[in-house]
């Protein structure tokens, strides 16, 4: 099982990035999926995530209203969308897949995101 995160970067105040993770080595359909972040000297902090079904999106107090979840099964990646993005969202950001069936989870490697004038 492999989970590769992508889109991160440097971005302005205001802007928007869009986060990949492309899943390799398993069945898409019978992971939930979401994103976790950690920031400079933070904790690690749950962003969003999604049902193995697509179905009942959660998103954080700290991006709701600014961030989508999504998934494409036939490219087996999922993805979050993050508009206006704050100083504040400045965080490496993790993609984890959790099986269904026992609870088994897997983390990629994460990717940057700076949000900075």
């Keep these: 099982v492999q989970l590769v995160e992508s889109g991160g970067g440097l971005a302005q105040p205001g802007g928007s990035l869009r986060l990949s993770c492309a899943a390799s080595e398993f069945t898409f359909n019978n992971y939930a999926m ?3 972040r950690q920031g400079p000297r933070k904790g690690l902090e749950w962003v969003s995530g ?4 697509g179905s009942d999106p959660y998103y954080a107090d700290s991006v709701k209203g600014r961030a989508t979840i999504s998934k494409d099964n036939a490219k087996n990646t999922v993805y979050l969308q ?7 969202d400045t965080a490496v950001y993790y993609c984890k897949a ?3 069936r026992n609870g088994l989870e897997y983390w990629g490697q994460g990717t940057q995101v700076t949000v900075s004038p």
């Design 34 to 36: 979401g994103w976790a």
């Design 50 to 53: 999604l049902y193995s079904d």
């Design 82 to 88: 993050m508009n206006s993005l704050k100083p504040e």
């Design 98 to 100: 959790r099986r269904v």
